[in-house]
Structures are given as structure tokens and as C-alpha cells.
């Protein structure tokens, strides 16, 4: 499959290798065509691996993966063209963090409480189905999720569009290790709310815990 | 042990009933000494179950604990004194919770991301220790962890004060049967943030899952 990944930082870079090495052609988009860190991960990530700006991913990519800070996403989508998400599988993975205050974390006031990056995501691409999902988890955990208790801990998911949600869990699952029975949908979009608010909690575990390989399992 | 519970609503009424099956003798306070249902609960529940006022129930209890909504929270603690509360474990369970925008719920914007409603109780009792726990599981299952994975699933604390939050870990263990093993601190009260947002998250799955009766565990 033809992916692309928007955002070059930890998490779109091992997101579009780990996907690479299942055998998709994964082409990560930034600013500008020439980016650093994107030239040199198409390097190590041989003849699958592509980069450009993030108008070229978008319109490489038949799923695109958002991977992007909550600041410059919206000029990002804007400068990705929306026209290049048509009818795609988008799946935001993007976190509001406000890390100016200090430790802990807050969220981006205008991404909290009652609006979200995952609706802002989905109003910016008004004719994509965005799906939010792995944000909740540290990015080695995104993409094998076999690395913590087995596999047996959950993703949380939202979006408005049903088919795209499944798509989206088979992806997953195909690529990531994601078990389809522990990935839990949560409902439209709006519940990015939610998983989105969840992650400054995450931060505070992480320090608890002392390592960001975790996950939460639910359990009745 | 004496104890007050401030709030005579569902889990006021749990809690308050939860720790005279185990011995304790407990006053009900609310805003008026003749609430009906504070009234109702202290016949239903024997010789060690009492009520009064807030600032009855407040200088009654040696360990006070905090059932409030979170709008009224403020008021009532005025009500009660805080003189009432000097020196004294503090167990804090609000949640400000907003359901005036329908389903899925918000939280009240003055508590939230920056600022909480646990924060809020610490700051009008300056001089009452205040922990911050249980307010992240349903009330059945805060009197009584077992009753979800044998027990084996996580409770969040936090609060200033490290000999309250072992007093609160102890009071835990041996009336509500949570294994302190699974009792994470979290740091300081500033904390209650990270607990009081995933409550939005609590709703949003407790839909998903059709029932109230779960909680999380950590894995690694």
C-alpha cells in the first residue's frame, strides 16, 4: 500500500519505517522537500522509503498517518492541500501537549476540554475520514503492540465514519500487532476529547512508572 | 475511627455505608443538619451512622472524605470552616464534571488542564492535608476493589503530603480491600489534573463497555 506519513519527529519516523518494513512504499512529508531529518530517514530506510513536502505525502498516500504537533498541524493540513486527503483514511495521531509551563504537561488550551486536534483535524480535511487512534501509547509500543503484557492492553479509537474505523483497525492489526478485539471504539470524533485528555494523565504515569513502555488494560 | 463524609448523594451514601460495615462510626454532612436523605441514611445504617451539618461532619471525622459535585464543593467547604479540617486527612473524590452540554460529558472550565477541582480543595483547606483518590472508578467499586480482576487494577493518588497518602493508602488496603501494590502516586496534588481528566475518558468507555464495573490496569 501507498502511505504517507505527515510530520518527520520520533513518531513519523518510526511509524513510516516500522510500516516500510511490512512492505508498504511510505513517502514522510515536512515543510520542505528537502528536510534533514526526512532525506536522511529515506536513506536508512532503502528503496520503499521516499520524502517530500507535505503536499507530496498527501497525495502519494492512499492512508495517511498525521504525526504532527498539535501547534503547526492546522498550517501543516493547510499547506498539505486539503483536496489530497479526498475520501482517504486519515489517522491522527497528533497530542495538544503545552510543554511551555513546565513539567507536567498541559494541553494547548484551544485543543481541550470541549474541542480537540482530532476534530480540528477533521474539520480542516472536511471530505477525509479521520480516525484518531495510537496516541495514547509511546511510539515503539505504536507499532508492535506484542512489546508490552502480549499484546493484551487497549487502543482507544474515535471518528465518524465506521468503515474508515475498521479499515483503520485492520491496519493495525496487520502491521502493529494490534489485537482487533483490544481496540475499543469510543465513537465519533468528538471522543478525541477524551483520548487526547488522557495523555497528560499518560505523562504523569510514565514518571510513576519510570518507563514510557506501558499500556492500560481495562478489566472487569 | 470517626469519620465525616461531606455529600449525601451516591457516593457519599456508598462510602459512608461502606465504612460502618467495617467499624467506623460515620457522621453524613450536608447543607442542612435535617437533609432528608442524610436523615433516611443514618437510620438505615445502625448505631454508628450519624449526620449534621457540613461543619458537624467536619469537626467530627478524624479522616474527612469529599463527595461533593463539583460546582458546590467551594460553598460547602466555606460552610464547613476550614478550621474544621486543620491537620486532618483530607480524601478528596470530586469530580467537576459538566454534563450541561449533554453526553459526553466536560469538565467545569475553571477546573481544567491548568488549574482542578483537588487543587481548589487543598487551597480552601490550606491547613488539612488533602489526597486526591478514588474519583477515577465507580463508587461500588471504590468500597471495594475485589469486586473487579480480583483486585489486580490501578487507583491514582496524589496530594502534598507523604504521610496522608500512606494514612490514605492504609485506609484503602484495609477498609476497601485495594491492594497497595496497585496504588500509583502520582506526585502532588498539582496531580488531580491528570486524575480528573480522565473522567470524561471514564464515561466515554464505560458506554463502550455497557457497564460502570471496570477499571484499569497497568501493564508493562
Chains 1, 2 share one sequence.
Not at 512504499?25 to 530506510?45: D, F, I, P, Y
Not at 480542516?124 to 503484557?149: F, G, I, S, W, Y
Amino acid at each position: 500500500m501507498k502511505i504517507g506519513v505527515l510530520g518527520t519527529g520520533n513518531v513519523g519516523q518510526i511509524i513510516g519505517a516500522a510500516l516500510i518494513e511490512k512492505g508498504h512504499e511510505v513517502m514522510l512529508g515536512s515543510r520542505t522537500a528537502t528536510n534533514e531529518k526526512a532525506t536522511a530517514w529515506t536513506k536508512s530506510n532503502g528503496p520503499r522509503a521516499s520524502n517530500g513536502t507535505f503536499a507530496d505525502a498527501a497525495a502519494f498516500g492512499e492512508v495517511i498517518f498525521i504525526c504532527l504537533n498539535g501547534l503547526g498541524t492546522v498550517d501543516a493540513l493547510q499547506s498539505a492541500g486539503p483536496n489530497n486527503f479526498q475520501n482517504k483514511v486519515v489517522i491522527d495521531l497528533t497530542n495538544p501537549l503545552d510543554f511551555s509551563k513546565g513539567m507536567p504537561p498541559s494541553l494547548l488550551p484551544q485543543y481541550c476540554n470541549t474541542w480537540s486536534m482530532g476534530e480540528e483535524v477533521q474539520q480542516q480535511l472536511p471530505a477525509a475520514h479521520v480516525v484518531k487512534a495510537l496516541n495514547t501509547v509511546t511510539a515503539n509500543l505504536m507499532v508492535d503492540a506484542n512489546r508490552v503484557n502480549d499484546g493484551n492492553h487497549n487502543l482507544f479509537i474515535c471518528g465518524n465514519d465506521v468503515d474508515a474505523k475498521n479499515k483503520v483497525k485492520h491496519v493495525l492489526a496487520e502491521n502493529f500487532n494490534w489485537k482487533p478485539e483490544m481496540i475499543l471504539d469510543l465513537g465519533d470524533i468528538r471522543y478525541a476529547r477524551m483520548t487526547e485528555a488522557i495523555v497528560p494523565f499518560w505523562v504523569a504515569v510514565m514518571q510513576a512508572e519510570k518507563t514510557p513502555m506501558f499500556n492500560y488494560m481495562i478489566v472487569t
